[in-house]
């Protein structure tokens, strides 16, 4: 079944929406604005996002270029009154893969989503770095092909620094990779973090996940992993001195 996330504030539209991607056997969530749906695609896996560009809080655009800046490549049909050519090819360049213009027919939006949604299934959905794999599908992490147990917290927590591909993570994103809008307590990162590394070093993973003062957090390879495998980003350095390592 594909899942279908519908970003549009028309509520008249959206609801229009909804009930014919339904009636296609689609299961649709819905936001309203620009930061509900980044919260909803960082929190859960969709198949494809549908989304307006004129948007309340945060623009179309906006999130489809925070959502590739995330790692996430998952399908984006963007939704715009503009038929325009540059209008079409910014959003391209924000990393959207279809366009429909309004008014647009529901037959077409239904086969544009099956289309995406089709081509991706046939992809393999899965994150790399060293000896660690995840499956976006099925929620499993893998050390050299043997699946460990992480929490939920801890697995929403490596998914978000694996799709970074050894990029430092701002810590401000990243808890909102994990808790949106609702920010646990202070500490509440710390443990979930501490938690993440003894499961790795339990499955004696070739990853770690590092701490960059005043900045934020990335996976890199062991030091002893890094002589002999070929890293697909160096290690990030900070001259930042600050008391914040984790």
């Not at 539209?13 to 909803?40: F, K, P, Q, R, T």
């Not at 081509?119 to 994150?127: C, D, E, G, N, T």
Request: negative net charge; aromatic residues 4%; charged residues 25%.
């Amino acid at each position: 079944m594909i899942r279908v996330l519908l970003v549009e504030d028309d509520m008249g539209l959206a609801g229009n929406i909804i009930d014919y991607l339904e009636l296609e056997d689609m299961v649709c969530d819905h936001a309203a604005n620009g930061v509900a749906a980044l919260s909803l695609i960082q929190k859960h896996p969709f198949d494809v996002v549908v989304l307006d560009i004129n948007l309340p809080r945060l623009d179309g655009l906006s999130v489809c270029e925070r959502v590739r800046e995330d790692g996430n490549d998952t399908p984006i049909i963007m939704l715009t009154a503009r038929d325009q050519l540059e209008n079409k090819l910014e959003g391209f360049q924000k990393g959207a893969d279809d366009y429909l213009v309004k008014p647009f027919d529901m037959p077409e939006l239904v086969a544009r989503v099956f289309a995406l949604a089709h081509r991706r299934s046939s992809q393999v959905k899965k994150l790399r770095f060293g000896n660690v794999s995840l499956a976006m599908g099925s929620d499993v992490v893998s050390v050299e092909n043997v699946p460990i147990k992480l929490s939920p917290t801890a697995f929403t927590l490596l998914k978000a620094l694996l799709q970074q591909q050894g990029k430092v993570m701002p810590r401000e994103r990243l808890l909102d990779a994990v808790w949106g809008e609702e920010a646990p307590e202070s500490n509440a990162l710390k443990v979930h973090l501490h938690n993440l590394r003894k499961s790795l070093v339990q499955a004696n993973a070739s990853i770690e996940v590092k701490a960059v003062a005043g900045t934020g957090f990335c996976v890199t390879l062991k030091p002893e992993q890094s002589n002999s495998v070929q890293s697909t980003s160096a290690e990030p350095k900070s001259t930042n001195k600050g008391n914040d390592q984790w």
